[in-house]
Nanobody, 125 residues
Framework: QVQLVESGGGLVQAGGSLRLSCTAS????????LGWFRQAPGKEREFVVA????????NYADSVKGRFTISTDNAKNTVYLQMNSLKPEDTAVYYC??????????????????WGQGTQVTVSS
């Protein structure tokens, strides 16, 4: 069983920055990847970015490309999401997720089978 725990959410003004962390425990996946999703009130869960644990492959949503950066620390079983130039439309609950082992860097929520509890990011204008 895989356990995922997010941290780092909070309140920030537009233009500010936050760094989210996701720490994994338990078994690993052959796909060796991890993703971030976000969900705002009244909206569907939205893909943000995915990375494999080596950090050599990434897949960013167009809405965050150039502002968000994902990185990995295998020694700590942790993935970081650095979020810069935050906008009010980035406000959402951010979830760390692990996909089915057959997939690598999927962007569909239904392809992810393990989810963290979520961390709230609120960007004020």
């Amino acid at each position: 069983q895989v356990q995922l725990v997010e941290s780092g959410g909070g309140l920030v003004q537009a233009g500010g920055s936050l760094r989210l962390s996701c720490t994994a425990s338990g078994r690993t996946f052959s796909s060796d990847s991890l993703g971030w999703f976000r969900q705002a009130p009244g909206k569907e869960r939205e893909f943000v970015v995915a990375v494999n644990w080596s950090g050599r492959r990434t897949n960013y949503a167009d809405s965050v490309k150039g502002r968000f950066t994902i990185s990995t620390d295998n020694a700590k079983n942790t993935v970081y999401l650095q979020m810069n130039s935050l906008k009010p439309e980035d406000t959402a609950v951010y979830y760390c997720a692990a996909p089915d082992a057959r997939y690598t860097l999927p962007n569909k929520a239904n392809d992810y089978v393990y989810w963290g509890q979520g961390t709230q990011v609120t960007v004020s204008s």
